[in-house]
């Protein structure tokens, strides 16, 4: 079985996230265009988005403001500071696969194989700032249900469909596909469950209208059988009251299509939410429906469908992530002409996200003040993490 181990790597592999820049970064630029690091331009990208610079203008003023204080912090030298009109050129030209595959040595949580097996979330992020004349740029993140860290993440240009391979690529390489894994209804096939049933994991993934005559086997299962086993909760937050009812039906009962015959369907999670709202005195209903190949034991499912409703619950970790990135870092309002230039400006602002989560922040708006606040901490911060 496969567990994530939340020390990336040892102290004698990785000193600095710099020093990977540095040592093991490639640059494929002209030998007439290496004017400026590009150890100086990340690391000033991550460190102005800390301090909630979002737009380029303004990472770009801050590089050049604090164009000494970068060069000593990253020991680089910056002979001119690098131009506005050159600065999304020179992202646009960064090697996105290296870049990435260097923020997973330094910081990603690593997937093992031994101990239990653990939850997480993949889901993707699209980058609207990108021109509409071009491709659509979007991220594919895994991030694990209990400290929502990011695990793994990749790239997709193109419509919501080519996001399909690309997150069984992802499964596949960061052998994600062992572990146990919460997805959209969008990913809800047969050829993404029969990957993962097959590789001995578990999935757990919304079906909706996107697979319409299984929904309505669900739905009439529902209605014609008894639960195995039902999980309730209860909370009060942000002005409402809601009661979660996840009830849990084995799906043997189904006359399944044989093309999901490799995907090892086998329970049937029905969600039910009642949702009143204090203010407005409105309450609102909503029932889902989720499958899983987690078997259901009739003698003891309690435990199963407590596992499959938090699971439920913390898929929407991935869209807590989106949330921050949207809403505290503002990424649909940053314009980019190029679609690399956009996925990696999206990797590095992602990279940020993670540095303060490092820090197990209770506020995302505050940490970044504190860093903008206080320089010292900022640095010490950075260097804590490992960063430089």
């Not at 999304?88 to 696969?97: A, S, T």
Request: overall charge positive.
């Amino acid at each position: 079985m496969a567990t994530l181990n939340n020390a990336p790597y040892s102290d004698e592999q990785i000193t600095s996230f710099v020093d990977l820049l540095n040592n093991d970064l490639p640059d494929h630029r002209d030998n007439r265009g290496k004017i400026h690091s590009l150890t100086f331009v990340i690391a000033g990208f991550v460190l102005a988005t800390l301090i909630g610079r979002q737009k380029l203008s303004s990472i770009h003023r801050f590089m050049v403001g604090r164009a000494d204080w970068l060069g000593k912090l990253t020991q680089t030298d910056a002979p001119k500071p690098i131009s506005r009109a050159h600065l999304p050129r020179l992202l646009d030209g960064l090697d996105w696969i290296a870049l990435n595959g260097l923020i997973e040595r330094c910081f990603c949580v690593r997937v093992q194989c031994d101990g239990e097996k653990q939850w997480a979330a993949v889901d993707g992020k699209a980058l609207r700032g990108t021109l509409d004349a071009g491709e659509k740029q979007n991220l594919i993140l895994a991030v694990a249900h209990d400290a929502r860290e990011v695990l793994a993440q990749a790239r997709q240009c193109g419509d919501k469909s080519s996001e399909i391979p690309e997150v069984r690529t992802l499964l596949k390489d960061s052998g994600l596909e062992k572990q146990k894994v919460s997805l959209d209804a969008h990913h809800f096939n047969p050829i993404t469950t029969a990957q993962i049933h097959q590789a001995g994991g578990i999935y757990l993934t919304q079906a909706k209208e996107n697979q319409p005559v299984f929904l309505q086997q669900c739905q009439a299962l529902r209605s014609k059988s008894q639960a195995l086993a039902e999980e309730v909760e209860h909370e009060k937050a942000h002005g409402r009251v809601t009661t979660r009812r996840a009830q849990m039906f084995p799906l043997a009962p189904v006359t399944l299509d044989p093309r999901w015959k490799d995907s090892g369907l086998s329970a049937l999670i029905v969600v039910e939410r009642e949702t009143f709202e204090v203010a407005k005195q409105k309450t609102t209903f909503e029932t889902s429906y989720y499958v899983s190949n987690m078997v259901p034991v009739p003698s003891d499912a309690k435990p199963v469908v407590k596992e499959l409703a938090q699971a439920i619950r913390r898929h929407w970790g991935v869209e807590s992530n989106n949330w921050i990135r949207d809403v505290t870092f503002g990424e649909d309002s940053v314009k980019t002409k190029a679609g690399n230039q956009a996925q990696v400006m999206g990797l590095l602002r992602g990279l940020a996200i993670e540095l303060i989560r490092k820090t197990s922040p209770k506020n995302f708006k505050a940490a970044i003040e504190k860093c903008t606040d206080t320089p010292g901490y900022l640095e010490s911060m950075l260097l804590r993490v490992k960063f430089l």
